[in-house]
């Protein structure tokens, strides 16, 4: 079975540059798997950041960034700011109406 | 306005049957898979499975396969999703979602915390 991958953690410091990525255990990520991205802080529900490889969600700022890196679905922070230390999801579209959501990235602004 | 309105917080025992909600607003329910998300305690996302309102055609995570079943009743804008036995590995949240191939999880629920606990 293919599994989503994606760094379990990353740090930043604020006003730098991050980027999240997202692979597959079994081949490369391209526009084809549609990657999404979402934001989750504690206690709340996700919040779509990016989908269609990179498509920004209404209302989200234009310093998170999504696109394609090499054999990777990539989410980059420019400018992290401290309100962005939270969980950031991936999901690819696998085909036939079925999606996995990768293990999910804790972003650290320190 | 579109909405999501999941079904409150439940607490149940082992062996127990559940079956909470999912109900939609502010949109074409029938036109818009619905899906279904984990989140056990402490962990990631875990994609369930998803419900077509229109005809009701479904497809599961083959982790969540023959563990529960999804549904929908397009008459009353609602989603389902429910256990026969509950164990206590069920403990967790569950999130619906609008779900579209390119759209992604386009706008979610806030949850129905369920607890399955002797």
């Known amino acids: 079975q293919t599994v989503v991958t994606q760094e379990p953690s990353l740090s930043v410091s604020p006003g730098g540059t991050v980027t999240l990525t997202c692979g597959l255990t079994?081949?490369?990520?391209?526009?084809?798997?549609?990657p999404s991205w979402y934001q989750q802080t504690p206690g709340q529900a996700p919040r779509t950041l990016i989908y269609?490889?990179?498509s920004r969600s209404s209302g989200v700022p234009d310093r998170f960034s999504g696109s394609i890196l090499g054999n990777k679905a990539a989410l980059t922070i420019t400018g992290a700011q401290a309100v962005d230390e939270s969980h950031y999801y991936c999901?690819?579209?696998?085909?036939?109406?079925?999606?996995?959501f990768g293990g999910g990235t804790k972003v650290t602004v320190l | 306005e579109v909405q999501l309105v999941q079904s409150g917080a439940e607490v149940r025992e082992p062996g127990e049957s559940l079956k909470i909600s999912c109900k939609g607003s502010?949109?074409?329910?029938?036109?818009?898979?619905i899906g279904w998300v984990r989140q056990m305690p402490g962990k990631g996302l875990e994609w369930m499975g998803v419900?077509?309102?229109?005809?009701?055609?479904?497809r599961y995570s083959p982790s969540f396969q023959g563990q529960v079943t999804i549904s929908a009743d397009k008459s009353i804008s609602a989603a389902y999703l429910q256990w026969s036995s509950l164990k206590s590995s069920d403990t967790a949240m569950y999130y619906c979602?609008?779900?579209?191939?390119?759209?992604?999880?386009?706008?979610w629920g806030r949850g129905t915390l369920v607890t399955v606990s002797s």
């Open positions: 419900v077509y309102p229109g005809d009701s055609d479904t």
């Open positions: 999901v690819l579209y696998m085909g036939s109406d079925i999606w996995v």
């Open positions: 502010g949109y074409t329910f029938a036109n818009f898979w």
């Open positions: 979602a609008i779900v579209g191939v390119q759209d992604g999880f386009d706008f």
């Open positions: 269609n490889t990179d």
């Open positions: 079994s081949g490369s990520v391209s526009t084809t798997y549609y």
